[in-house]
T-cell receptor, first 112, second 108 residues
Framework: NAGVTQTPKFRILKIGQSMTLQCTQDMNHNYMYWYRQDPGMGLKLIYYSVGAGITDKGEVPNGYNVSRSTTEDFPLRLELAAPSQTSVYFC???????????FGSGTRLTVV | GQQLNQSPQSMFIQEGEDVSMNCTSSSIFNTWLWYKQDPGEGPVLLIALYKAGELTSNGRLTAQFGITRKDSFLNISASIPSDVGIYFCAASNYQLIWGAGTKLIIKP
């Protein structure tokens, strides 16, 4: 059972470039989430989804977009990368909204 | 908005010491969770609490759901080197709210 799989693990982007962070889960969880974690800080929610076709903004959505066409996949899109988006990005999934989340191992993104 | 105040921010411990950390809020929650994050990894669920007053253990870890539903505590007994990392509390009524974390460091 793979759990939550994130790709890539590391990426360096130039300012203004775009990229998609991939997230896939094989636990048939309805809920999926994207967080960012800045150095020495806690987790901030970017976007979340309660099921296929449904997405909603979290605490820090600006500069990001998401889609949820299937239960398994929840990609995060950065359209115009900025240095402020340098962070570690975690995808997570859960069976219900307040049940324990399962996290991926993260994508470390640097924008230069 | 709802906030969780987690303390301490960091702790320097010696191997074998007991450790205590807590999380408080001005809001009432139905669920309290404790996670641990190892360097370079995502957080992993340690203990989940679903009832006020509940005391739950997971090996050397014990967590309690405060009776007021506004706080939770995590204790680690007889700490070992692999306990180092960042411990997060989280609480939920519908959507999970996260504390800022407690960093556990072993004294050399």
């Amino acid at each position: 059972n793979a759990g939550v799989t994130q790709t890539p693990k590391f990426r360096i982007l130039k300012i203004g470039q775009s990229m998609t962070l991939q997230c896939t889960q094989d636990m048939n969880h309805n809920y999926m989430y994207w967080y960012r974690q800045d150095p020495g800080m806690g987790l901030k929610l970017i976007y979340y989804s309660v099921g296929a076709g449904i997405t909603d903004k979290g605490e820090v959505p600006n500069g990001y977009n998401v889609s949820r066409s299937t239960t398994e996949d929840f990609p995060l899109r950065l359209e115009l990368a900025a240095p402020s988006q340098t962070s570690v990005y975690f995808c997570a999934s859960s069976k219900t909204g307040n049940y324990g989340y399962t996290f991926g191992s993260g994508t470390r993104l640097t924008v230069v | 908005g709802q906030q969780l105040n987690q303390s301490p921010q960091s702790m320097f411990i010696q191997e074998g010491e007991d450790v205590s950390m807590n999380c408080t809020s001005s809001s009432i929650f139905n669920t309290w969770l404790w996670y641990k994050q190892d360097p370079g990894e995502g957080p992993v669920l340690l203990i989940a609490l679903y009832k006020a007053g509940e005391l739950t253990s997971n090996g050397r870890l014990t967590a309690q759901f405060g009776i007021t539903r506004k706080d939770s505590f995590l204790n680690i007994s007889a700490s070992i080197p692999s306990d180092v990392g960042i411990y997060f509390c989280a609480a939920s009524n519908y959507q999970l709210i996260w504390g800022a974390g407690t960093k556990l460091i072993i004294k050399p």
